[in-house]
């Protein structure tokens, strides 16, 4: 498979926006998703999102902040990162979901190939 390609982060203040952006050589697994992990802290998953765009998942704490997406014309998933705050200061990833699972938790056990992440720094 080719490689995932994480893009897009950066430093921003509270309350800003970033959108990251993972690309892909096509949507060739049932699920894809964005995971994060903070110094000290375990990964964790943030969204998920089915192939056919039916159905998401986000964790509690990004709901209604972060939308993930797939743009089929650039090959990428995306995650639109809304009022950020500083405890979403992380590395963040992509990853596949291989198997036909549901595209919801445990992901983290279950993703396959990973990128090699982007930071995302909210300052307070």
């Known amino acids: 498979q080719v490689p995932l390609v994480e893009s897009g982060g950066g430093s921003v203040e509270a309350g800003g926006s970033l959108r990251l952006s993972c690309a892909t050589a096509?949507?060739?697994?049932?699920?894809m998703a964005w995971f994060r992990q903070a110094p000290g802290k375990e990964r964790e998953a943030v969204a998920g999102?089915?192939?056919?765009?039916?159905?998401?998942y986000y964790t509690d704490s990004v709901k209604g902040r972060f939308t993930i997406s797939y743009d089929s014309a650039k090959n990428t998933l995306d995650l639109q990162m809304n009022s950020l705050r500083p405890e979403d200061t992380a590395m963040y990833y992509c990853?596949?979901?291989?198997?036909?699972?549901?595209?919801?938790?445990?992901?983290?056990?279950?993703?396959?190939?990973w990128g090699q992440g982007t930071q995302v720094t909210v300052s307070s």
């Open positions: 096509a949507y060739d697994t049932n699920c």
């Open positions: 999102l089915y192939r056919s765009g039916s159905s998401t």
């Open positions: 990853a596949r979901i291989p198997g036909g699972g549901k595209c919801l938790p445990p992901l983290v056990e279950r993703a396959g190939d």
